[in-house]
């Protein structure tokens, strides 16, 4: 019986991840792409790297899956301290995001040419796992639609243990629509495309920035 | 860019009778194209009709016998980039009597499409299978200028031209290469040769985050925040922090980027160094079928193209290729300014620099049917709209 229930939950897990992955993509694909984008050219960079921000975001999950059973369901919907926690979310991405902008052409140079502050500010970096764990835990605990729908749906069922499996399903369901970004592996790192990356992080960030503050205001002006 | 002078001084470049015969297509094209105009259009529509007909007509002959390109086009995009916000504001106040958009038009999808949009809209319609525009996918009564037209129109012209679109078709970009030409001085020449290799990365990003971003959303991130031609057309209304937030960034954005910027440089800074739409239309440049070469036996370095192109899509080491940066919106000044005929027009598949004269024509035949359509039918109703406003009876 109880094997069934097991199966059921994972079941229905697996399938709100699966339906509601491409959201999750696009709602974590602003992080994720610039930070793919300045990797070294390569299969196995990529995978390690992806591997790496799913692992951490897994953890994040792991994370909001704990809170949501152990404070019930009342956090995705009456929780008064939501705006707080949606603009402190962001106001992090944002501040990771310059960090990694900033420390990605300091890190190595990327080719002999003497072509100057092109070259400098392109440079590709030395993949730096922190930088995929940071990111990955960040997007973790980001308070998507489809990650809310499931933490309702974990906050009630009876066990903690339950809870952190069903969200362990679901992060299997979402992680597969994560895929198609190690085809970026095959792209060529030019020191252009490694400024543009290390633009898109900036603009990025300012976004996140915005988003952030303006959640916070709103939240301080009406409570 | 030829000076006047140089160009008065240079002999005519074919005779009267050979020029009228290449504009004889452009002519009837022009007709083809007013004839329901001319059916079923008022009066005013009927007089602005002709007008374009002459004026489009009258510059395809002036190409055809100066044998210069940038300099009548530019009349056309300049005429184009100005006239649009009369035609269009007037339209709209006419209509609704403001230039905000009600919600009530986003909702009913009423808004009219605009081409700018259309990268954003590429990742939410193939994973959501949603159109995030408040405009109507298949032509209506009320709003024409539909998702699926404007885009198949965009489409069919762009696979042919590559991003020749920017330069014959795009009614944004003739304000600042008007605003450009009325400056005598190139101011910030150093900042922006030394710099333009990162400069022209910047509409690549920006083209990025408005994708991910509108993805992310669900929302056209671009019209929302970042277009600075909302200033010219249509905005969402101001009703609060937000909105009035939108509305300076829209105006900061179009007086820096579209005036102050293009006066200063004589660039057209906004599409060379701002443009997302620009950044993606550069991809088609890639698989179109002209392009602007160099011959390397004539070229003498003077960088005369270089200074003259109008979006820095020229450095020296593709000059020294041979070849244009994937950002040339064929506009055709760097062709007119080299003084040894070094940089010519070109027919992918054939050899550079033998006929360049039959690529040129064969390009401005697709440009200026292109121009003639979709610029012409714009200037025809800017000019009705004035006709409107004489005071005639």
Known sequence: MAALSLAASASEALVLGLTTGPVCMASCGPVVLPWMLVQPKGMWSHSRQLFLFLAARLAGYMVFAAAAWLVGAAIPREWSGRSWAYGGIDLLLALALLVYAAGWPRSRRASSEPSLSLVEIGAAPRPRPSGALALGFLTGINLCPPFLVAGVRAAQLAHLSGALFFFLCFFAGTAIWFLPFLSLGFLKRTPAVVTVARMVAVLLACWYGFSGVSLLIERTLHG | ?393
């Not at chain 2, 609704?96 to 999808?109: E, K, Q």
């Not at chain 2, 909105?243 to 960034?249: C, E, K, R």
């Not at chain 2, 200063?264 to 392009?291: E, H, M, V, Y």
């Not at chain 2, 070849?323 to 550079?352: R, S, Y």
Request: glycine residues 6%.
């Open chain 2, 1 to 393: 860019m030829a000076s006047r002078a140089s160009a008065l001084e240079r002999p005519a470049f074919r005779s009267i009778g050979r020029s009228l015969l290449l504009t004889l297509p452009i002519a009837l094209w022009s007709l083809l194209m007013f004839t329901p105009t001319f059916r079923n259009g008022s009066r005013a529509l009927s007089i602005g009709a002709v007008a374009v007909i002459l004026f489009m007509t009258g510059l395809f002959f002036l190409m055809m016998r100066t044998g210069e390109t940038y300099r009548w086009r530019r009349i056309f995009f300049v005429a184009l980039g100005f006239l649009f916000p009369i035609g269009f504001i007037a339209s709209l106040i006419a209509e609704r009597g403001t230039m905000s958009i009600p919600i009530s038009r986003m909702v009913s999808g009423d808004t009219p499409y605009c081409f700018m949009v259309t990268p954003a809209l590429i990742l939410p319609a193939a994973f959501a299978r949603t159109i995030v525009f408040p405009g109507s996918i298949l032509p209506t009564a009320s709003n024409p200028h539909s998702i699926a037209v404007m885009i198949g129109l965009w489409f069919a012209f762009t696979l042919v031209l590559g991003k020749a679109w920017c330069s014959y078709a795009c009614f944004f970009g003739g304000i600042e290469e008007g605003f450009a030409a009325f400056s005598k001085r190139r101011r910030l020449h150093r900042f922006v040769t030394r710099y333009g290799s990162i400069l022209r990365l910047i509409p690549w990003a920006i083209l990025l985050c408005v994708v991910l971003l509108s993805a992310a959303l669900f929302e056209p991130v671009y019209c929302m925040w970042l277009c600075p031609f909302k200033t010219v057309t249509e905005f969402p209304a101001v009703r609060n922090v937000e909105t009035a937030l939108q509305f300076g960034v829209f105006v900061t954005l179009f007086v820096g980027l579209v005036v102050v910027l293009p006066l200063l440089t004589k660039k057209r800074t906004q599409c060379g160094f701002f443009c997302p739409f620009g950044a993606f239309q550069s991809l088609f440049n890639k698989i179109n079928l002209f392009d602007i070469r160099f011959d390397r036996e004539k070229c003498v370095d003077c960088t005369l193209c270089q200074t003259s192109c109008p979006t820095v899509a020229l450095s020296k080491e593709s000059i020294h290729e041979g070849k244009t940066l994937l950002n040339c919106m064929k506009c055709g000044a760097c062709v007119d300014a080299c003084k040894k005929d070094a940089a010519v027009w070109h027919l992918k598949g054939t050899p550079v620099a033998v006929k360049p004269e039959r690529a040129r024509l064969l390009f401005l035949y697709g440009a200026w049917a292109l121009a003639t359509m979709f610029g012409g039918s714009i200037l025809a109703n800017s000019v009705a709209t004035m006709v409107h406003w004489l005071p005639l009876k």
